[in-house]
């Protein structure tokens, strides 16, 4: 699915979770202190915000205390983006590729490694890349997860400025709409920054954040 019905003035915020074995390597030898961003978790708490969390299994392991965090939050739903951010098709950012036949197992890796955590638990998924192709999609059937990808393209990995991201998100957004953003800090610098504007974006324009299942639903 890439976005919901198009009525009512929801849209669903939704925040990627990234880890490779690359990235566990970055922080073992302090290249990089953190990829995870606790001022976006921090701003939707205190904003009392709803969001949903596409989480890796090696992000959850590295980080059980931010996971444990955002399970206990009502307004946080937590979806899975595969064990170790794996290419699930060829030609993808150059993603460590998972193996045809280990798909299903990566991904049922993945809700296993979530499921402990409690909350609002989904089985919701997104590709890394959002790369699919048909022999992923029947891979991954057995699992009964829904596919997500989104409508709306932040393009937060990398940036070096908050306000185009502000405008992908304002120019593009539009009820039902999927909001993709990461949560990954050192990989996605400026979404801290430019989430407060997003969010006033959104209430200029009626438009309300609520959970992946809720837009899904139209609810
Ligand atoms: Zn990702």
Redesign the pocket.
Known sequence: MDHGPRTGNRVALTF?A?MTDGMLQNLRTGRVKSYANLRIVDLLEREQIPATFFLTGKWVQRYPEVTRRLAGNPRFELAN?TYG?EAFTGDCYDLPRVRATGMTDNVARTFRAIEPYGGRQTRYFRF??LCHDAAALDALAPLGLTVVDGDVVSGDPFATAWEPLVRAVLDNVRPGSVVIMHVTEANARMTDEALPHILAGLRERGLVPATLSEVLAGA
């Open positions: 990627d990234d983006h951010h890394p890349g």
